[in-house]
Each structure stands twice: as structure tokens, then as C-alpha cells.
């Protein structure tokens, strides 16, 4: 990741984009000289930020708008939960969240891949407030909605900041390298033309079904971070608003590139926080927000910052 | 027995049209301007309370009922001109603009008009249980229903017979044919999006005395009229209709026998229909 | 003339700060360092009503005392709880750890509750919880910096079974929304009601935010029980009460439902249709007290609009608070004092007698059984019986 980073930063061209990004880097980072409340709300920002990375990547690449995300970051709360409930130790905890989500992703992406378009963001969502549902009913199991409490549970917030940033950088670069790669290019294609690609014989449901089960693993990760940071699960987390919320990131930052995801979590993590302190107006604000974004930066704001600050062209 | 199926079977039906009139104006909208219209439910919202206002301020739910979609319908023009024109063909930014809109009107009503919970009564000539022997049904459920299937058979009646509904049609069913026709999609797709809030409008003013008002009931029907529109099929006025049906009678009959399950059986048909039949039960193959 | 008075009193009170400044006691300073207050309501989404009036409620309160206790200014800090435990558990980290409150008071939902109980436990901040019912807050997760001034879903509705078994009916349909509060005072009401020779005809749970209960008035109606013990709340009272009435069978069913059901709010939002129903809760419009009878005139004259339990809730939460401040003379330094202090407030409630159980933390009180009805030109609930003091168990 590092190395990415640092090459694209000699890279000439790209020189004040790389900047851009070692700027938001700074940003996720800094709140470790400040602790407390702002340190907390930047590790929520870091952990959204791997969810919307991984939504980023399926929709902004992968053409899959899911609304149903929420699902695969509360499975991966709760498995991380109830694991630890049960007295697994805390690394393979962290090892089932990605597992139990990914297992969700192959079970309902079988018929997701089925559909398109607006059809895929009704199936995941529809798949999403099934999990929900389950959740909530499922009393004995998840404590319905009085939530679960890890209580006991004690990770140094400094540590735990410093592991969510380190895992969302190593996402974003792993996942543009991987955009790299013949199997990312292949994506690409898919969404641009998934008729032509398919009748050259590519099995474009496979390449779909797998980008949707890497993304939800992804997102698991991200729940049972969100977790172990809160000490607290509740149902509400697998609602379809916090799948909403996920996708109004990715949008507000720009779908493609992965960077913007992570720039619009950490805008909206902490413009929400902040607006939400002082009025219970926020929803307006946001919406305003969202509208204003749409009409002055078609892309999502990171590729106008990277225009306007980065010189460059912006990621395409 | 047969006098609680009965009455249940009214119910469904009833609160079905109530969808039907929201999945209507959303299909609308998506077939010819290719909307997804994600703030259809604060739409409804404020048709609700701007009935609730006019019906107390003009002292008639009839006026109200006429005016309130006409007011509605203009917004609807005013956004589709100003903030979804410039988009076209952007599925994701219309989304997104959308959302941010829902976000502004529910919370601007929330500033206006209170967090409290508000109820319409219906107006006095439907207020009341109308009595057929042993039977004992309220009026109003029975008036949505009279309406929402006047409603249908209007609507089929003017896409199949008059010059708009045949523009409609053929924009709906590829806009680059009908403007080759001489047809204006622009024009067609204001038109229609002022049409389907309108329509959203009407639902509030006549879902207000059925179900009560309360903040976040915008994203509730939102959700509603997705589902229907998704399990009927997408752009056509004939899969809202049989889908909101489907939908409602699932949503009642599950309620009475298995309230614990009711929302859960809602997503189960929706992702049944869609796994079957992805384009949904009446839908065509989008390009 | 007034303004050279308050000129005046500007130079004393610049004389005073002066004073204090220069003298060596730093710890007079301190104490005129206002005491924080973080609330923590929902003002956003389903419950945001609920917020509003619980703030109400705190405000009014804090009005009376004039912002003063232990000789120290109170501030009230608050933030919007969202209907969302995550962001309660973030708000809360907020006001400790950036405005740095003495206490927090509110939280709407049990959830809520239970997501920032460990946190506020760890770090020794006095909640006063001003709504939150889960049973469990105050018995197996209870916290000795965690007091409820509001009431548990078993104190709230338990009483409420022998005395309709009693005086309504021994066949009642029991429904609830489908939720942990639903859940824990249908059981409640059942525990009593069967040990008082009740039998109950069915027992349904519904989803929150239904649009539409009439499924539900059908089981009823064909289950023709004599009453229905109703556990909803917002919107789905709403929509239950007029589609009951709706459907005609307030003729031939009585209501006795959880006092959520017959709250002030819902009632504004129905109109007459409900006369009639009774309810358990633990306050009452009519009931005969001086304090009772103060807060009243002070929350209509100055909101112009019918108390309900919300406010109260809220106007008690306060109550103990600046009691406890009171106590310990405005010194929050030593935590045991000031938990000490609120564990043996006495505050005069518009609920009558309340006193909070030093075991449990929960407040021990009284439950009223109620009616709807149109008293002073306003649709509220009179009282019908007194249903004794109750203490929730702890356990």
C-alpha cells in the first residue's frame, strides 16, 4: 500500500494527486494526536470507510449497485460477537466475520446475478431485510433488538484506529491493484458491455458472483470491526438505512477509484456528527448536500478535489 | 370464519390500492423519464400533509383531493426540470439527487408541521361502518378500492386511446424510436414525472384518513411502492396494479396469521418473484 | 431605571468575579463553573415526539429552579440520539469525552440503554434515565451510576393484570408490537393477570410501524374476548385505536392498554373515538397534588398544549438531579457522594410519591389505573383507581 502510494507520489503526473491522498491519509491519522471523542469517531469513519470501499469496488467497477451492504456488516458484527460470546479466541473471531459473510454473498448472489440493474439494488435489499428480520426475531441468538454487549471487551482505541486505517489502506490498494490486474480489467469490460464480453465466451456471472463475494468479506471485516469498536451490536445496523447511508458515501466521494469512498465516509461521518450536535435538522443538511454534490460534482467530490487541488484529471 | 376473510380480504385490497396509486406514479416515472424516484415516498408525505392543511383550512377533503396532487404535481415539474434534466442518463446521480430530496422534504415537514402524530379523519359522508346484514365494513377502505380500480381503468384508457398516453408508450418503450417519431422525450418525461408525484400526492391526501402521519412513514411507503413495482415489473401501469394486489394480500393475510413474519413474507415474495422471473411478473426485458 | 439596575448589578457582579479571581481559595472559582448536563433524545425520526416532549418536561423544570442548584449554573447540553443505539453510544462519548459533562440524563430507546451502559459504568459518569423501560437495565444490568426516575415495563403494566381481571374481564385478547418492550410488559401483564384468575384468549405480537392493524381487529373481533390489553406506542396506537373504532368494536370490546396506548399524544391525534379506554401508568391528569397540579398549569401556560407522562418523565429526571446537586452543594468531586445523593432524593412529583430503590436504582412508585376523558376541554386520562406503590423486583 505504502509502496503504491509512494511510487504514484514520484509518478511526475500523478505527483499532486498522490498528495491528495497522503492528505487524507493525514486526515484518518491525525486523530490520534487528538484521542477521545475525535479518535472515536474517525475509527467509525476508518470502518465505514472499508464498507464503502468494498460497495465502491461493486459499483463503481463492478456495476452492482447492492442496498443491501448492511447485511454483510451486521453478519460480521454478529458473528465476531457471538464467537467471542462462546469463547473463540479473538483472531479466529476476526477470521469467521469475512467467512459468514461471504457464505451470504454466495447464497443470495447465486440469484442477485440472476438480474440487473435497478432489479439487483431490489434483490439485495430485499435479501438484506430478510437478514434483518432474522436478527431481530432470532432473540435467543442475536438478544433481538436490546442488542449484544461485549462486555469485558478491551482493545486500546489507539490500537484499534491504527489497525482499521492500516487494514482500509491495504483494501484500497490491494483492490486497485487488483483493478489491474486481467481479472479487474475483465470487470470493467463486464460493466460496459456485459453482452459483448459474454459472447466471447467469458463466464461473466462467475466474475460478478466473486467480486460480490470479495466485497461482502470485506464488508464483514468492517462489521466486526464496527464491533469490536462499539462493544455494542444491535439489528439496526443490518437495517436497509445503514445500506443507504453506505451507498450515499460512496456517492458523495465518487464511485470510482476507491478513494473517494474512503474521502466520502470520513466527510459524512464527521459533517453528520458535527451538523446532528446543533440541529435536529440534519437529514435536510445532508440532503442538501447530497443534491448540491450531484449538481456541481457530477463524479463525487474526490475527483474535484483532484481536479481542482491534484491538477490532475481525475480518476476515471 | 368466512365474515374475518371477508373482511380481511377488503382490507388487503383496500391498502393495496393505496400502493397501487404510489407504484403507478413511480412506474410512470421510471418507464419514461428512467427515474428511480427514491423520494416518491416524501412526495406522498407531503401530499398527506398538505391534505391535512387544506382539508382543515378549506373545510373540504373534496377540494383537498383536487388540489393537493395539482400542487404536488407542479414541485414534481419544478425538480424534474431543475435537478433530474441535466442527469439524463445517469442513473446513479438521479438516485442520488433523489435521496438528498427525500432528506429535505421529510425533513422540512418535520420542521413545519411537528414530529407529533397526526391522524385525518375521512370526510363525514364516508366516516363510519356501513352495515349489510351481519357484515360490518367501514366506508372509507371501500371508497380507496372503488377508486384506486377507476383509477387503473382510467389510466389504461388514456395510454391506450390518447395522444399523450401513446407518446408515453412509445417513450417508454425506446426513446430513441419516439424522438425519431417527432416525439419530444424531453417533454414527455416532465409531463410524466409531474403526473406520477402528482400521483404520489393523491396518495397521501387519500392513505392520510386510512393510516396515520408521523415522521419516517416517507421512507415506509417508499419501500412500499419499490416492492411493487419491482414484483409487477417495471414501466408498466398493469404490473403495479397486479403487483400492489399481490403485495397487499401477502401484507394482510400474512399479518393475520402470521403478524411475526408479516414484513419478512414481503422481501421472501419479492425475492421468489425476482429469482423467478427477474424482470418481475409482468415486466419486459429492459435494454 | 431598569437599565441603571442592571448596570448595577453587572459592576457587582464584576466586583464578585473579581473577588473570586483574587482570592485564594481556587475552589469558590470552580464553583462557579456551570454543571453540564448531556442529554441524549431522540429529536430525529419515529421518536423524535418523544424527545421533544421529555425535553419539555427537563426544561420546564430547570425554569422553576432558574437554571440553579448546589449555587452553581446548570447547562443542558443536548444531542439527537437518532432512534439508533450506535450513534447514543457515539453521542455519549461526545459529551464525556469532548464537552466533558458531569452527567447524562435521557435515552429514549432500551437499546440505546444497554449500548452505553458499559461505557458509562467504566467511566463513572451518574445516568439518569428518563424513559428507557427494558426490564434488564435495572436488574441483571444494572449499574450502580445507572438510576431509572421513569418507570420498567414490568412496574408499568404487572399491576395492571389482577386489577382488569378484577374490574373489566377475565377473557382478554393480549397484542403488542413485536419488540422487546412489547414482549416484556405483555409479560408482566400476564404474570399478574394469571395469578388473579385471568384468561388470556390469544396472544399476538405485530410489527413496529404497521400502516394498517385492521388484520389485528379481525383476530379480535373473532376471538370475542371482553377486553384488549394493548401494548403500542406512536403511530401504531394511532392506527390500532381508530381502526378499532372503525371497525365498531368498541361496542362490544373494552380497551385496557398499557398507558404508551392512552398517552396524551396519541389521544390529540384520535380525537373522542377513545373515550372510555382504561389504561395503567404512573401518572395521571386528574390526580390531586399540589405539585401535580403546579406542573400542569406551568406546561400548558407555557406551550400551550395537554402534559402528558413524557414530560413528566422528563420534569422528574431533573428533579432528582438538581436534588442530588443540591445534596452535595453543587461539589460533583466525589462520585460516591453525588450517587449517594440521588439514591436518597426527595423530589416532589406530579406522579404522587416516588422514591428511588437504593437496591435496584429504579424508582419505586405509584400505579394508577386510568380513563379517557375530556376533562377541562381537553381530551386526557382520570383517574380511576390507585393500584398501590410498586418496586420493580431487581430480578
Redesign the interface.
Known sequence: MMAELSREARAGSNGRQGLLRWGLVGLLLLPLALGGYPLYLATEAALLGLAAVALSLLLGHGGVPSLGQAAFLGLGAYTVGLALKAGLPLGLALLLAPLAAALLALLTGLLVFRTHGIFILMLTLAFGQMVYSAAHKWTGLTGGDDGLSLSGLSIHPVLLHLVAVGVLLAAVGGLRALLQTPYGKTLEAIRQNEEKIRSLGVPTFYYKLSLYLLTAALTGLAGSGLALHRSFISPHDLFWLTSATLMVMVLLGGSRGLWGAVFGALLYTFVQAWVSSFTDLWGLFVGSLLVLTVLFAREGLWPLLERRLGGGRGNA | ?LL?LL??LL?SLA?AMLLFLLALGLSLI?GVARV?NLAHGAFYLLGAYLGLALGASLGSFWLALVLVPLLVGLLGVLVERF?LR??HG????Q???T??????????L??FF??????V?PPAELA??LFLGSF???K??LFVLAMGVLLFLLVRLLLARTPFGVQVRAVTADPGMASTLGIQPARVSLLTFGIGTALAGLGGVVGAP????????D??MT?FA??VV?IGG?GRIEGAFWGAILVGLV???G??FL??????LI??L??LV??LK???LLGRR?A | MATIRRRQLIKAGLGLAGLAASSRFSFSLAQQEPIRIGVVLSYSGPYARLGQEITRGMELYLEKVGYQAGGRRIQLLKEDEEADPAVAVRKVRKLVEQDRVNLLSGIILSSSAYGIRDYVHERQIPLVIANAAANGITRERRSPYIFRTSISAWQQHYPMGPWVARNVGKKVFLLALDYAFGKEATAAFKEGFLQAGGEPVAELYTPLGSTDYSAVISRIAAARPEAVHAVLSGSDAVIFLRQFIQFGLNRSIQLAVSGEVTDENVLEAIGDAALGAKSADHWVYTLNNSANREFIQAYRQKFNAVPNHFAVRGYDAMQFIVDAINTVQGDLSNRQRLLGAIESAKIISPRGFVQMDPETNNVTQHVYAREVARIDGVLTNRLLADLGTIRDPGK
Open positions: 370464519m374475518l373482511t380481511q382490507n391498502f421510471f428511480v435537478l441535466g442527469l445517469r442513473e446513479l446521480e438516485v442520488l439527487v435521496i438528498g430530496l427525500g432528506f429535505i422534504l421529510a425533513d422540512l418535520r420542521a411537528g414530529a407529533a402524530i397526526r391522524s379523519p363510519g361502518p360490518i365494513y367501514p372509507y377502505p386510512m393510516i396515520a402521519l408521523a415522521p419516517g412513514l421512507a415506509q419501500l419499490l416492492i419491482v417495471l401484507d394482510g393475510f399479518r393475520l403478524p411475526q413474519l408479516a414484513m419478512f422481501f421472501a419479492m425475492a425476482l429469482a427477474p424482470e418481475g429492459m
